[in-house]
């Protein structure tokens, strides 16, 4: 007895798989579009105030001025100079301080100051109070010069980046980092920040418009942010040479596998 096999059309095999295909690559706007859930009509809001805090391991160069140069001088750091390769000699750096495990520094002729906790302002204050004393009229400045954030993770260009302005937003960074790539996970991106000598970990959804009242959309000194790969990035990174291998073999597979069925319908 004779049976009659229905042939199906190969092209529908290939029709198919690529259908498969292009409705697993398909995203949405909404995974990779941030700050989603804007109002559009409020024009103003307010955010958290920032202020960098002083603490150990930081940096600072502290300069003092007055229309008394001679008297300001014992406040004030000498410049060193170094020697670049190929012994030229570099431009002058003045020297910085840096902040204790307790929390100090050595000030010339005021000795130990205890800055840790407190912000720039703060700090400013502190000394130029301590300084009427001995000059007319000073002029403090401060600044953390080993002010740095580091990216890591699903972004162009991860790494460690130094803040010259000691004031930066987790989307600046993101900005500095080359943006997050189209594989990363936005609505958990991880903020890692020690405080008092405890690690802090933070989840910011960068689609949400609550990113700009979260406690680490302005980045403290060290903050390490860390961009998670999607589900898709993740089921990517399995694919090797074994499988590039498989696949191949299967995609021969089925090209036989139509030729053959286009012979037989002739």
Known sequence: MKRNLKIVNPKFYLLSISLSILMISCGTKKDIVYFQDIDVTAVNKSINQYNPVIKSDDKLTINVAALDQDAVRPFNLPAVAFIREGGNIGQATQQSYLVDTSGNINFPVLGTLKLAGLNRVQATTLITDMLKEYIKNPIVNIRIVN????????????GSFVITNERITII????????MTIQAERENVLVIREEN??????????????????????????DVIYIEPNNSRAKSSTIG?????TLGVISTLVTVAALIISITNK
Do not use: C, H, W
């Open 197 to 222: 000598g405890t690690k802090t970990y933070t989840r910011v959804n960068m689609t949400s418009e609550s990113v700009f009242n979260s406690p680490v959309y302005y980045l403290n000194q060290n």
């Open 172 to 179: 600046e960074a993101l900005g500095l980092a080359g943006d």
């Open 241 to 245: 040479p074994s499988t590039n291998t």
């Open 147 to 158: 002010f740095k954030i580091t990216v890591l993770g699903e972004v162009k260009n991860p």
